[in-house]
């Protein structure tokens, strides 16, 4: 992944169009309720400024399917960027209609202006050359740092790398850096903990790590399709009776590429899916019936935090239980405190397991924690990433 960044090309007094990542969290009131994201954004943004730039900004937020909805107008988003980086962000009324392309015209070096949200168009998703052409005719270099975009082929995302040179931000530098040294040339033992709920949402991502880790700790509701491809009932628990097979075929591939392949060794049962159900813990092969899995219970936790202590390199994706619920959140918890002590790489696979490691308060603990979602999954498959093969080779 040798793409070229905003530090290989000379951008002095350019007019530059950066795709960001702003598709953040907003309450009934249209207040921002986490601007991580937006905050993710600004290395690269006050980079660009330095070099005295003029910098349009473009980014989704949320599904309005190609129609301009006024709740998902990107307005709250140039209202934080200005408190935090104490500067007018000029905000356009459309994407590529005369509104923006007359502010983006005019667009002064050492000014910001920001798109409205480039999902406004359905040829935004469809990838359409067109669109693609009239985004790039607003700016003479492309800068691609919405990570968690970059496994769509869109036309902000890879459209418009056709029309101008397009190189990558410092927050997809940071992803390809981290997750790629991770997949490719990771430091030993290597071990990764998948959880999540299904075997079929990680297969791509098991069957990839399975060719380089040398363990693959299993958590989540995935745990107990591997159990019961082993013969043992698993009650009412998360199971998908489809692809026995496929954990059968996994847990060969383990044996035969000689990882260790760690299962729970016991689980916290209840007797109904919510918060203050009545639970206990048995031994993974003891879960009576009407019962479901919802979390690793403590035999478990101290075996997988006894591997995870001479671990040098640690990808996590995917919860270990129903972690919204705080009685079925112990594991997760306990897991992400043993990973923020260990001598190692740490690096957290976006999605619910960011969340989970925020909500323990220890995002300053990892090494690095994914902004993308779906598109750390497919990095750790590895897929090839439209947002980052359209980039520049160095």
């Not at 905003?6 to 350019?14: A, H």
Request: charged content about 30%; proline content about 3%.
């Amino acid at each position: 992944m040798n793409k070229k960044t905003i530090r290989d090309i000379d951008l002095k007094g350019k007019k530059v169009l950066v795709r960001c990542d702003f598709n953040v969290p907003m309450d009934e009131n249209k207040k921002i309720t986490d601007n991580t994201r937006i905050v993710a954004a600004l290395p690269t943004i006050k980079y660009l400024l330095e070099n005295n730039c003029a910098v349009v900004l473009c980014s989704h937020l949320g599904r309005p399917k190609g129609e301009f909805k006024s709740e998902y107008s990107l307005k709250p988003v140039a209202k934080e960027l200005e408190n935090l980086l104490g500067k007018e962000i000029i905000m356009a009324n459309d994407v590529i209609g005369e509104d923006a392309k007359a502010k983006a015209q005019e667009l002064q070096n050492g000014q910001i202006m920001l798109l409205e949200n480039v999902r406004f168009h359905k040829e935004e998703t469809e990838n359409d050359k067109e669109f693609s052409k009239q985004l790039a005719s607003m700016a003479e270099v492309y800068v691609s740092d919405a990570f968690g975009s970059t496994h769509r082929a869109h036309s902000s995302t890879a459209g418009v790398a056709e029309f101008l040179p397009a190189v990558s931000g410092f927050l997809i530098e940071k992803e390809l850096k981290f997750l790629g040294n991770a997949v490719s040339n990771p430091e030993r033992p290597f071990v990764a903990i998948l959880g999540g709920a299904k075997v079929s949402d990680k297969i791509g991502v098991i069957d990839n790590l399975l060719e380089k880790v040398d363990t693959l700790i299993i958590g989540g509701g995935m745990a107990y399709t591997f159990f019961k491809a082993q013969g043992y009932e698993v009650g009412n628990s998360i199971c998908e009776m489809d692809k026995l097979d496929l954990a059968k075929e996994l847990m060969k591939k383990a044996e035969e590429k000689g990882v260790k392949l760690m299962l729970p060794i016991d689980t916290k049962i209840a007797k109904e899916y919510k918060a203050d159900a009545e639970s206990k813990t048995v031994k993974y092969n003891e879960i009576p019936e009407g019962w479901e899995g919802l979390d690793i219970g403590e035999e478990t936790i101290k075996l997988y935090a006894k591997e995870l202590e001479n671990a040098k390199t640690v990808v996590w994706n995917g919860p270990l239980g129903v972690f919204e619920f705080d009685q079925f959140a112990v594991g997760t918890d306990e897991i992400a405190k043993i990973i923020s002590k260990i001598d190692a790489t740490t690096i957290i696979g976006g999605g619910d397991s960011s969340a989970a490691v925020k909500k323990a308060g220890l995002e300053d603990k990892m090494t690095h924690i994914s902004t993308g979602g779906g598109a750390s999954l497919e990095f750790l498959e590895g897929k090839a990433l439209p947002g980052i093969e359209c980039l520049l080779e160095k």
